[in-house]
């Protein structure tokens, strides 16, 4: 357990429990015929959870500015403290839950090294800094969502010796699929720009706009094609009308694509 000053009295304890096994199977009598291929075997896997409180101090408290308002009263200007945050009372830790399993393998007279790693990564109760206008939401900053990430991570090694010489080399690599579970404000997207927004069921920040399907080529094709809100001349894309109304509009957008490499 943990706590954490960052948070009003009731919610500033969290409890963050964890647990690993590893199995060397290498060393069962039922690995022995394959000493010769496999010198070491191990099956690992984990499972924990964890505290996230990087945020500022006393957010969870009513702040003053001394000068939020200023009024003139005979060319003197007066200042009036007004409330410059809204806080939210029930604060508390954003929590990372993360499940591990993987093999360690050696080859070679263990010249060769094989790490295989899976992952999958849940945090939830996002801090996260929010618009004042989101509703029941409205908070400087609160807990809000939550977000997967998950994937396989590799090291493949080769350590030998050449003489008095060692040397080693490894290569290394993952694959990250990023998922959101859950947003604020009954789960309504966020959109962060044109061409971006998270969604439920799509990766943070996912790339949001109209499906390419081809190029024109002459007039008499733009012509014969469905209308849209500008003017296209040959060489221009042609979109796709995703919604099946005749008409390229803002409504045939869709998700295209992610920023979050795979």
């Given at each position: 357990s943990d706590?954490s000053s ?8 969290g ?6 096994l590893a199995?060397?199977?290498?060393e069962?009598?039922?690995m022995?015929g394959?000493k ?6 191990k099956?690992?896997?984990s499972?924990g ?6 945020i500022?101090?006393?957010?969870m ?9 200023q009024v ?7 200042y009036?403290p007004?409330?410059s ?6 604060l ?9 399993a993987?093999?360690e393998?050696?080859?070679?007279k263990?010249r060769?090294?094989?790490d ?6 849940v945090?939830?109760?996002l801090?996260?800094y ?5 509703g029941e939401y409205?908070?400087?900053i609160?807990n ?6 998950s ?9 030998d ?8 080399m490894?290569?290394n690599g993952?694959?990250?699929k990023?998922?959101v579970l859950?947003?604020?404000n009954?789960n309504?997207d966020?959109?962060?720009s044109n061409?971006?927004r ?14 390419q399907?081809?190029?024109?080529q002459?007039?008499e094709e733009?012509d ?5 809100p ?5 060489g221009?894309?042609k979109?796709?009308d995703?919604n ?11 998700f ?5 490499p795979?």
């Amino acid at each position: 357990s943990d706590a954490s000053s960052k948070f009003a009295k009731n919610y500033r304890w969290g409890y963050f429990p964890s647990v690993g096994l590893a199995w060397i199977a290498s060393e069962e009598k039922f690995m022995s015929g394959l000493k010769d291929k496999i010198d070491y075997l191990k099956v690992k896997t984990s499972w924990g959870k964890f505290g996230n409180d990087k945020i500022g101090n006393y957010l969870m408290y009513p702040q003053i500015n001394p000068r939020g308002q200023q009024v003139v009263v005979n060319n003197v200007t007066y200042y009036l403290p007004t409330q410059s945050n809204h806080p939210d009372t029930t604060l508390h830790w954003e929590v990372i839950t993360e499940f591990d399993a993987g093999v360690e393998v050696q080859f070679l007279k263990n010249r060769l090294k094989l790490d295989l790693d899976y992952y999958n990564k849940v945090t939830s109760d996002l801090l996260s800094y929010v618009d004042r206008n989101a509703g029941e939401y409205a908070f400087d900053i609160t807990n809000i969502g939550a977000i997967r990430n998950s994937g396989f991570e590799f090291i493949l090694s080769w350590n030998d010796k050449i003489g008095d010489f060692n040397y080693g080399m490894s290569v290394n690599g993952a694959t990250l699929k990023n998922t959101v579970l859950e947003l604020g404000n009954n789960n309504a997207d966020i959109i962060s720009s044109n061409y971006h927004r998270t969604s439920v069921g799509h990766s943070v920040g996912a790339i949001y706009g109209y499906v390419q399907e081809g190029v024109f080529q002459t007039q008499e094709e733009i012509d014969n094609y469905y209308p849209s809100p500008w003017v296209s001349k040959p060489g221009d894309i042609k979109y796709k009308d995703i919604n099946g109304d005749e008409k390229i509009t803002s409504a045939d957008r869709t998700f295209i694509g992610q920023t979050i490499p795979t």
